[in-house]
C-alpha cells in the first residue's frame, strides 16, 4: 500500500473530528478538501516519478497545495 504524504489528517491531526464535521456540512469546505487531495496526489505523483513533470509544473502544483492549505486551515480557525 503506498502512503501519501502530507494527506489533511498528518496535515491537522488534532483537528480530525472537526475536519470530517465540516466536510458533511459544509459543500465548499468539501470541495476545498477534495481539490486539496487531488492537488496532493499530484504532486505525490511528481515527487515519485510515477508521473513526472516539468519543476516549474511541479513547483506551480507545490503553490496551489499550500494555498488551499491555508484556506481548509483558515476554515478550521473559525469552525
Known sequence: MSHTPHE???EFPDQVGKIHDLK???AHFAKLMDEYHEVNRAVHRAETGVEPMEDLAESELRKK???LKDEIAAMLAKA
Do not use: C, K, S, V
Request: glycine fraction near 0%; charge should be negative.
Open 8 to 10: 489533511l489528517a498528518e
Open 24 to 26: 458533511t456540512t459544509d
Open 65 to 67: 497545495r499550500l494555498h
